[in-house]
Every structure is written in C-alpha cells, then in structure tokens.
C-alpha cells in the first residue's frame, strides 16, 4: 500500500545508484523466472480498500491521522490527503468461499474505520470522488505529512514545470489549474489482485485489459468533481491529468503519460512492462537499498526488489504488475486499479466477482486477446466506458460493435460465471455477486447514474453546495443499510440536514458563471450586457484572468448622468470603472462577506483565487438566499 521511507532523486550520485539497483532487481525477476523460483499452482485474491472521511455537515473530514490512531492495526494506512485512507484485505485462496471471505474481511475492517471515526466527529463514505469536495480543500496544509508524499509533489512539479491543468468536459466542462499533485486525492478506488504464474501472465494480462472497459462500463460511480457533471467515471480523467508530468514540444513525437492503459499487448513476460516503464519514465523518488537481490536468491530466500516496486509504484497503470512476496514465497500479480471505491460492500464485492470470472473464464474458453482484437480499439473501449459508462458502444471481436449493456449481460455475464464455478466457487455466492451486477446493469442504475438522477431531481432548489451536501448524506446513509445501488432511492434536498453547512462561506454559493469585460471595451457593450444577463455588476479582468476593476450599474448612471448617453459608445471602461475593488478568498465566510459589504456600503464582492477571477457574490444571492430560507421558515 506504499512505501513511505523515500525521498525525491535529485542527486546525481544517487541516482545513478538507485538506477543500478532497478537493473539488478529486474535481471534478479528474470532469473527467478528462468528458474522457476516464482509460485506456481496456486491462486490468490486480494483487495484494497481507499475511502473519504467527512464531516457530521458531510463536509471533507481532515482526521485520517486522528482515525489511524484507534486503528493500530498495520491493515491500515495514509493517503495523499488527510480526508483519505486505505486498508487492505488478507489474501485469500481462490475458490469455495473466497468471495465471501472477502466480504467479510471488506465489512469488518469498514466497520472498524467507522467506529474510529466515529471517536473524532467524522464519518466514511465509499465513492469514487467526493461530491461536497472543493478546491480549496487541496492545498498542500492537507497533505499527509509523510516522505513520500511531499517527495512525489515535488519531484511531479519539477518534471512538469508548471502548474498542473485540467480540462474534463461532459454534461458541464472543468477547466482549472492547481499548484500541486493534491487534486489526486479527489480519487478513490477499490483495487483488485489476481495472482497469476509466470508462464501465464501475458495471456491474464492481456485479458485484464480486455475486460476494464465493460467492468468499469457497469460499475462508475465518479461523475461529479466540483458541483461539475463530467464524465461518468471522472477519476479517470483526474488521475491521468493529475500526475501527466508531459510537456508539449514544437515536434510530433511520442510521449506517455505516466498514468497509461498502455500501449500494446504484452508478448511473453511481465519483464516487458518494467522494462518499458525504466526505458520511458524517469525515476523521481528514490530510497536506500540494503539487500543485493543476488544474494538473496544464493541464500535460498526470494528478494525484496524494493527498488523496482518503488519504481513500479509511481507509474500508474491501469492494470498494473505487481511482485510480491506472501508467507515467503515471492508471486506475480495483476492490479485491477480502474474500479472506484463503492458505493457499497456488496457493489464492491459483485465488480469482483466479475472481473474474477472474467479473468477465469476468458482464459479457459478464448485464445490470447491479442489474437482476437487490435490493441487500439481496447483502449478506446475503455475511455468510452469512462466518459459514458453503460451509454458506451465498444468494438468488439469480429469487428462488431455492441453496446455495453448488451455485451455485458448477453456474453460477459455468462462467462464470468461459467470462468467461477469452473474455479470451484460457491455456486450460491456466485450467482448472489454475478446477479447484483446483472440487476445494476439491466435497471441502468450505476452509482454516477444515481447520482445525476439526483442531482437533476434536486434541481432549482437550495444551492449547489446543498445539493451535494444531499447527495453526500444519501450516500452514507444509502451504504450503512447495505443495498446495493441499483435499488437506492434518489437523493432528497433535506438529507443535506438544514440549510446553515451549505452557506458557510462564500465559494459554496458565489456565482462562478462570469460574464466580464476587458479594459479596452466600450460603456456601451457594458451598458448592454447588463441589460441583456439582468445583472448589476461586471468584473473587468485581464487576458490572464487577473481582475483589473469592476464596473456597477450604479457607476454607469452617474456617469450618464454626468455626460449624457450620446458618448457612451466611445467610451472605454477603464476610464469608469473602479479600479482596486475590495475582494475576497473563496475560503471567505459568508458572515464576514456580509459584513464588509455593509460596512463599505458596496453591492458586490469579487472572489479571488491565487489572485484570480473565481467567482463573484453579490447582494442578489443574499436576497435569494434570505428568500429561500424565509420560505423554509414559513412552511415549518
């Protein structure tokens, strides 16, 4: 689940020394393959779990430290931020009750976080993004304090060289910025492990990768990252911007991001992947190296290639190999890192049964995909699978296109079932797992579909801040009663539980659809946009999005008043508007907003972000606000 005893490689010396240690471990993993030192025969299973911590107001909960405290048990870890931690299951062999098992372990450990975070005023939520998140809960004071984070944003920094950008576009568009690698932690997952054998690894690779898209297709829980309707599964965007360290050149050539599905089929050998990955992806954290792998396998005991699993963690597959070793055997294993966290144990537990049984019974009934299909429509099935979920059309073999749902329950479906039973399964467990999956595709109620029924369902009514504030709370009380989500009832306005959380500060209501105006336009644009969007305020910014003054419709009359409206068209807007407006901070409470409104006797605040346009409030939303809650008062 991470080493955390490293530090960034910038020394040259030690570098070129931690390099020579990546190359011994991956001549150490070809050695062990010739000689067949790896396990074979046996095949296990495994989970991580990632998951957010919130506030009673469902707000994002800074307490995971706190949590880990009632949690001394090494199951459990850190993640990047201090709202995010992880736990991982035991693994177990596969077939008989493995699914169950893992149920189990799943509820247990779940049921262990909660009552921690019960202790320090905080609840858990299983979703793959945050709804009730925002920006300003990214900043680097919530990094978990811990090496190897504050060495991944560093070195991520350096190699990119700006800040980092995103642009996701769906229903909504997202298109921001943000000074570290902390819009990772918007993320989390529910990771699967398959262990595999040496001489088999390429094919279940391979497979791996064959069956992300309809997995994911089935099982998307993320569409919504900043009040924004993005993409069905928005993590997966996130993630693959969030850590992309490329430039753009003046040269058309290849470069890879370091979050991949990959490139091509794997031939013969898990030695391919690392390779590839040493050859295209710079080391950026490092750690000392006491063992020589060499030796290690001359004493008879397998070896720890701590330098390559360090290596291998920060490139960000998303099947990605894996080394290990478990009660002194060293293994090989697949990765499946696509799934989002929830929405509930048993949701969790039926994409595992599915991939499982995929895994089983793509590799008893098919040849190599590789054979089947050509790379490149794989990974365009898995990008649509992302950006539509269950609405997505993939290639198939035979060069057919089939829609998801279809593929899923027509063929995939069967298969996974056929690939369990064949692996000595419990029947019952299979067909309890298999059959939530079918039910959640045929009903067309993934999680992202809940949640944008809700969200369209709550529309016009509170604030968007309330809205997903609602949305948090249905989904944390939707999970502790454990049905699975195709049978979940839509999100109500009043789960938010009272209005007061959703307008704490200002960044939770202010306007962020702006209409602006440079220096150099006209009193006359000026004097008709306002006219036409029926507003009172227009800020003037610059080509960078750096406010420059403000112009109110109050200005405009006494400049009429003075001049007449016969030179309005020739007028410029830097010679009216107000130049030094007050402003302030999205972090801004909402109390203090209307304070310094009132005391300086103005109508409107511009809401600045790293010294940027990010929004506006102004006495309009105070008036609907007060409005909305006079209503609520008088229907009690």
Same mark, same amino acid.
């Given at each position: 689940?991470?080493?955390?005893n490293?530090?960034?490689?910038?020394?040259?010396? $030690?570098?070129?020394?931690?390099?020579?240690?990546?190359?011994?471990?991956?001549?150490? !993993?070809?050695?062990?393959?010739?000689e067949?030192?790896?396990?074979?025969?046996?095949?296990?299973?495994?989970?991580?779990?990632?998951?957010?911590l919130?506030?009673?107001?469902?707000?994002?909960?800074?307490?995971?430290?706190?949590?880990?405290?009632?949690?001394?048990?090494?199951?459990?870890?850190?993640?990047?931020?201090?709202?995010?931690?992880?736990?991982?299951?035991?693994?177990?062999?596969?077939?008989?009750? +493995?699914?169950?098992?893992?149920?189990?372990q799943?509820?247990?450990?779940?049921?262990? *976080?909660?009552?921690?975070?019960?202790?320090?005023?905080?609840?858990?939520?299983?979703?793959? =993004? %945050?709804?009730?998140?925002?920006?300003?809960?990214?900043?680097?004071?919530?990094?978990?304090?811990?090496?190897?984070?504050?060495?991944?944003?560093?070195?991520?920094?350096?190699?990119?060289?700006?800040?980092?950008?995103?642009?996701?576009?769906?229903?909504?568009?997202? =298109?921001?910025?943000?000074d570290?690698?902390?819009?990772?932690? +918007?993320?989390?997952?529910?990771?699967?492990?398959?262990?595999?054998?040496?001489?088999?690894?390429?094919?279940?690779?391979? #497979?791996?990768? !064959?069956?992300?898209?309809? %997995?994911?297709?089935? /099982? +998307?829980?993320?569409?919504?990252?900043?009040?924004?309707?993005?993409?069905?599964?928005?993590?997966?965007? *996130?993630?693959? @911007?969030?850590?992309?360290?490329?430039?753009?050149?003046?040269?058309?050539?290849?470069?890879? /991001?370091r979050?991949?599905?990959?490139?091509?089929?794997?031939?013969?050998?898990?030695?391919?992947?690392?390779?590839?990955?040493?050859?295209?992806?710079?080391?950026?954290?490092?750690?000392? *190296?006491?063992?020589?792998?060499?030796?290690?396998?001359?004493?008879?005991?397998?070896?720890?290639?701590?330098?390559?699993?360090?290596?291998?963690?920060? #490139?960000?597959?998303?099947?990605r190999?894996?080394?290990?070793?478990?009660?002194?055997?060293?293994?090989?294993? #697949?990765?499946?890192?696509?799934?989002?966290?929830?929405?509930?144990? !048993?949701d969790a537990?039926?994409?595992?049964?599915?991939?499982?049984? %995929?895994?089983?019974?793509?590799?008893?009934?098919?040849?190599?995909?590789?054979?089947?299909?050509?790379?490149?429509?794989?990974?365009?099935?898995?990008?649509?699978?992302?950006?539509?979920?269950?609405?997505? @059309?993939?290639?198939?073999?035979?060069?057919?296109?089939?829609? $998801?749902?279809?593929? =899923?329950?027509?063929?995939?479906?069967p298969?996974a079932?056929?690939?369990l039973?064949?692996?000595? *399964?419990?029947?019952?467990?299979?067909?309890?797992?298999?059959?939530?999956?079918?039910?959640?595709?045929?009903?067309?109620?993934?999680?992202?579909?809940?949640?944008?029924?809700?969200v369209?369902?709550?529309?016009?009514?509170?604030?968007?801040?309330?809205r997903?504030? $609602?949305?948090?709370?249905?989904?944390?009380?939707?999970?502790?009663?454990?049905?699975?989500?195709?049978?979940?009832?839509?999100?109500?306005?009043?789960? $938010?539980?009272?209005?007061?959380?959703?307008?704490?500060?200002?960044?939770q209501?202010? @306007?962020?659809?702006?209409?602006?105006?440079?220096e150099?336009?006209?009193?006359?644009?000026?004097?008709?946009?306002?006219?036409?969007?029926?507003?009172?305020?227009?800020?003037?910014?610059?080509?960078?999005?750096?406010?420059?003054?403000?112009?109110?419709?109050?200005?405009?009359?006494?400049?009429?008043?003075?001049?007449?409206?016969?030179?309005?068209?020739?007028v410029?807007?830097?010679?009216?508007?107000?130049?030094?407006?007050?402003?302030?901070?999205?972090?801004?409470?909402?109390?203090?907003?209307?304070?310094?409104?009132?005391?300086?006797?103005?109508?409107c605040?511009p809401? !600045?972000?790293?010294?940027?346009?990010?929004?506006?409030?102004?006495?309009?939303?105070?008036?609907?606000?007060?409005?909305?809650?006079?209503?609520?008062?008088?229907?009690?």
């Amino acid at each position: 689940m991470g080493e955390q005893n490293v530090h960034e490689k910038s020394d040259s010396k $030690a570098l070129g020394l931690f390099m020579k240690h990546l190359l011994d471990d991956v001549h150490a !993993l070809d050695l062990m393959i010739q000689e067949g030192m790896l396990e074979e025969g046996k095949r296990h299973i495994g989970a991580e779990q990632e998951l957010f911590l919130v506030t009673e107001d469902w707000q994002p909960a800074m307490t995971a430290l706190d949590v880990l405290e009632y949690l001394p048990d090494e199951h459990f870890t850190t993640e990047l931020a201090t709202f995010n931690m992880e736990f991982g299951l035991d693994p177990v062999l596969f077939g008989g009750d +493995c699914l169950r098992r893992l149920e189990i372990q799943l509820s247990n450990f779940l049921a262990q *976080v909660r009552s921690a975070a019960k202790q320090v005023g905080s609840q858990v939520v299983l979703t793959g =993004i %945050l709804p009730t998140l925002r920006k300003s809960d990214l900043g680097l004071d919530n990094m978990t304090p811990r090496p190897r984070y504050a060495a991944l944003n560093e070195a991520m920094s350096k190699l990119r060289g700006k800040s980092y950008e995103f642009n996701i576009r769906g229903i909504d568009e997202l =298109i921001i910025e943000h000074d570290s690698v902390m819009l990772e932690a +918007c993320n989390t997952s529910f990771q699967l492990h398959f262990q595999v054998a040496p001489r088999e690894f390429a094919k279940l690779y391979n #497979i791996a990768q !064959l069956v992300s898209a309809p %997995l994911l297709a089935g /099982a +998307c829980n993320s569409p919504v990252l900043f009040g924004k309707r993005l993409w069905r599964e928005t993590r997966i965007a *996130v993630f693959q @911007q969030a850590v992309d360290t490329r430039r753009a050149t003046p040269y058309v050539r290849e470069s890879k /991001a370091r979050v991949s599905f990959g490139t091509r089929w794997v031939e013969n050998s898990i030695l391919e992947i690392f390779k590839e990955d040493i050859a295209r992806y710079r080391l950026i954290l490092g750690t000392e *190296v006491a063992e020589s792998p060499f030796e290690a396998i001359e004493q008879g005991r397998p070896p720890e290639l701590t330098a390559l699993c360090l290596h291998n963690g920060t #490139i960000y597959r998303w099947n990605r190999p894996c080394y290990g070793i478990t009660d002194g055997k060293a293994h090989l294993r #697949i990765e499946n890192r696509v799934l989002p966290s929830g929405p509930t144990v !048993l949701d969790a537990m039926a994409n595992a049964a599915f991939f499982f049984g %995929l895994l089983s019974g793509f590799s008893s009934e098919f040849e190599d995909p590789a054979a089947l299909i050509d790379f490149g429509y794989v990974r365009d099935n898995f990008l649509a699978a992302a950006r539509l979920g269950l609405n997505a @059309q993939f290639s198939w073999f035979g060069g057919k296109t089939v829609p $998801a749902p279809e593929l =899923i329950c027509e063929e995939l479906i069967p298969l996974a079932r056929r690939g369990l039973l064949e692996r000595g *399964v419990d029947g019952q467990d299979v067909e309890r797992y298999l059959g939530i999956y079918e039910d959640r595709v045929q009903s067309q109620q993934t999680g992202s579909e809940w949640m944008l029924r809700s969200v369209e369902s709550m529309k016009d009514r509170g604030s968007r801040a309330e809205r997903l504030a $609602a949305l948090t709370a249905a989904t944390v009380r939707r999970q502790t009663e454990g049905i699975p989500v195709h049978q979940w009832d839509l999100a109500e306005l009043k789960e $938010a539980g009272g209005w007061k959380p959703s307008y704490m500060r200002v960044d939770q209501f202010m @306007q962020t659809d702006l209409i602006t105006v440079s220096e150099n336009d006209t009193v006359d644009l000026v004097a008709n946009l306002m006219d036409w969007e029926k507003i009172r305020h227009i800020p003037v910014e610059d080509e960078q999005h750096h406010l420059v003054g403000l112009i109110s419709y109050r200005t405009l009359l006494r400049y009429f008043g003075r001049h007449g409206e016969e030179e309005k068209s020739s007028v410029l807007v830097s010679e009216v508007m107000r130049r030094n407006p007050i402003t302030v901070s999205p972090e801004t409470t909402t109390l203090e907003a209307i304070q310094i409104m009132r005391r300086e006797q103005i109508g409107c605040l511009p809401v !600045l972000d790293n010294d940027r346009l990010a929004g506006i409030v102004s006495e309009h939303d105070f008036m609907r606000i007060a409005s909305d809650l006079m209503e609520k008062r008088l229907q009690e």
